[in-house]
């Protein structure tokens, strides 16, 4: 079973950075691609981004695309999210989640482990 941690997130002004933090443990990390979807007060879970198992192929969100990067480090069993250019609109819980082996995937419901979440409000 793997357990998954978030950190990383707080208060920024908007146009700032925040660098999330998702430390993974158990074998079901090992050759899965993993991902950050988030949740926006009042609305439903939306993907963000995600990463292949290898680090090679990324995929993000249209609303993100150009300020927020995932990568990924396998021998420490850490996923990230750089997010630059913060907006308002990025104010959420944010989550990481293990996903499918054989590729990335946008669906939440392809994701089977997720973590608790981390609070990141933009302030205008």
């Known amino acids: 079973q793997v357990q998954l941690v978030e950190s990383g997130g707080g208060l920024v002004q908007a146009g700032g950075s925040l660098r999330l933090s998702c430390a993974a443990s158990?074998?079901?990390?090992?050759?899965?691609?993993m991902g950050w979807f988030r949740q926006p007060p009042g609305k439903e879970r939306e993907f963000v981004a995600a990463i292949n198992w290898s680090g090679t192929s990324t995929y993000y969100a249209d609303s993100v695309k150009g300020r927020f990067t995932i990568s990924r480090d396998n021998a420490n069993s850490m996923v990230y999210l750089q997010m630059s250019s913060l907006k308002s609109e990025d104010t959420a819980v944010y989550y990481c989640?293990?996903?499918?082996?054989?590729?990335?995937?946008?669906?939440?419901?392809?994701?089977?482990?997720w973590g608790q979440g981390t609070q990141v409000t933009v302030s205008s």
């Open positions: 989640a293990v996903g499918p082996r054989g590729g990335i995937n946008t669906t939440p419901g392809a994701y089977a482990t």
């Open positions: 158990g074998r079901a990390f090992s050759g899965a691609s």
